[in-house]
């Protein structure tokens, strides 16, 4: 959807460094996701927020974190501690906090290891 | 919480055939089943969705079917053409938890 906008398309990360991806939508949704996809996998959720200044930890949120200070942003941080970063990254974004809406899907970030 | 599992991971179907995939899920509770279709490289698309007081959903060649009871619901797409060669995901939603995907199915359209 041209509602939901990531950036970087791609983004390579070093050894030891911190690596924010972008996530944007126009779309006046409440609930924004993220969401790991691997080779020949499914979605893996990793971090939600249903409203602004709250978020939970999905199946996989070891070694990122999240912040949700406005509506419209909610990017993701790809620590240090996250030892197999390299993934195809979803945002995705739903109104009402999802209940029973479809979510949105953004164009993705894939990121890799230098 | 929800568990989904889809089948199967593969399916290669001659062009003009009908293809199905299957899912289950667990919980008793989720009421709302979206499918979504995500070409290589691409973001996944909402294709069709069912609610859980409907039992089936028809758009064109896509169809999607629901059986609360035993706790499964499929998509069916006829007449297949090139084009909907892709990798395409089930998923629950129970309403006060979040959305579970299923592990995904690459469809093949044969020419």
């Known amino acids: 959807d041209g509602g939901i906008t990531q950036s970087p398309k791609y983004l390579f990360r070093k050894e030891g460094q911190n690596v924010t991806l972008s996530c944007e939508q126009n779309l006046n949704h409440d609930a924004m996701y993220w969401y790991r996809q691997d080779p020949g996998q499914g979605l893996r959720l990793i971090y939600y927020s249903q409203i602004v200044n709250d978020f939970q930890k999905g199946d996989i949120a070891e070694g990122y974190s999240v912040s949700r200070e406005k509506k419209e942003s909610f990017p993701l941080t790809v620590t240090s501690a996250q030892k197999n970063p390299t993934a195809f990254y979803l945002c995705?974004?739903?109104?009402?906090?999802?209940?029973?809406?479809?979510?949105?899907f953004g164009d993705g970030t894939r990121l890799s290891i230098l | 919480g929800e568990n989904v599992e889809q089948h199967p991971s593969t399916l290669s179907v001659q062009e003009g055939d009908s293809a199905v995939i299957k899912c289950t899920y667990s919980?008793?509770?989720?009421?709302?089943f979206p499918w979504y279709k995500q070409e290589l490289g691409k973001r996944p698309q909402l294709i069709i969705d069912i609610r859980s007081n409907v039992g089936e959903k028809k758009d064109q060649r896509i169809a999607v079917t629901l059986n609360k009871t035993a706790k499964h619901f499929s998509l069916h797409i006829t007449e297949t053409q090139p084009e909907d060669s892709a990798v395409y995901f089930c998923a629950a939603h129970n309403p006060n938890e979040k959305l579970t995907f299923g592990t995904g199915t690459r469809l093949t359209i044969i020419p």
């Open positions: 995705a974004s739903s109104p009402q906090g999802a209940r029973n809406q479809p979510q949105h």
């Open positions: 919980d008793s509770a989720s009421n709302y």
